[in-house]
């Protein structure tokens, strides 16, 4: 059974950086993907990218190229999103969620959430 | 990217009632279509996988439908609990994308 285990809240100023930490744990989540979904307030969610946590690849959303980098960090078993440049519109709650490779299960489970606020 | 697009936006039920959720794809996804039921501050849990299939644990009054463009979601009998927004979300190809929601309020 795969746990994913995100930190609370980020604030961070217009033009800044954030970076944001999911802690996997459980059987067999290194075989398949992580990805990055974020909702803003009152909106759906919206696709960010995955990465293989064994492979180490990874895919953006063309929305977030250049923006973004997903890392995996074996000594923590944790995957990062880091998300430059930010814009007001940044302002999200940031998940991480596990598929299998092949997207014939969908997104599960999904990490609690981290609350990211771009403000000035 | 392909498009998905929910109806209704929102709809008013009681408990008891029988819903229906539709989704409808830009383009054929096959049944790369998966379906999330969401509460307010809550990340969503997944309730249908693969347009028909039950994720383990969801009531078996949640029922899916479909494939290629068009797929329904059917709540049988509608419980307090089902209140809450839905999305479905195709995984056909990249950028996976969600619906906009549909949002199911007491009547």
């Known amino acids: 059974q795969v746990q994913l285990v995100q930190a609370g809240a980020e604030v961070k100023k217009p033009g800044a950086s954030v970076k944001v930490y999911c802690k996997a744990s459980?059987?067999?989540?290194?075989?398949?993907?992580i990805n990055w979904v974020r909702q803003a307030p009152g909106q759906g969610p919206e696709w960010m990218g995955w990465?293989?946590?064994?492979?180490?690849?990874?895919g953006y959303a063309q929305k977030f190229q250049g923006r973004v980098t997903m890392t995996w960090n074996t000594s923590i078993s944790s995957v990062s999103m880091e998300l430059s440049s930010l814009k007001f519109e940044d302002t999200a709650v940031y998940y991480c969620?596990?598929?299998?490779?092949?997207?014939?299960?969908?997104?599960?489970?999904w990490g609690q959430g981290t609350l990211v606020t771009v403000s000035s | 990217d392909i498009q998905m697009t929910q109806s209704p936006s929102s709809l008013s039920a009681s408990v008891g009632d029988t819903v229906t959720i539709t989704c409808r794809a830009s383009?054929?996804?096959?049944?790369?279509l998966h379906w999330y039921q969401q509460k307010p501050g809550k990340a969503p849990n997944l309730l249908i996988y693969?347009?028909?299939n039950l994720h383990s644990g969801v009531p078996s009054r949640f029922s899916g439908s479909g494939s290629g463009t068009d797929f329904t979601l059917t709540i049988s009998s509608l419980q307090p609990e089902d209140f809450a927004t839905y999305y479905c979300?195709?995984?056909?190809?990249?950028?996976?994308?969600f619906g906009q929601g549909t949002r199911v309020e007491f009547k």
């Open positions: 969620v596990y598929s299998i490779s092949s997207g014939d299960y969908g997104f599960d489970p």
């Open positions: 383009e054929s996804i096959s049944t790369y």
């Open positions: 459980g059987s067999s989540f290194i075989s398949h993907d």
């Open positions: 693969a347009a028909s």
């Open positions: 990465i293989n946590p064994q492979s180490h690849n990874t």
């Open positions: 979300q195709q995984s056909y190809n990249t950028p996976r994308t």
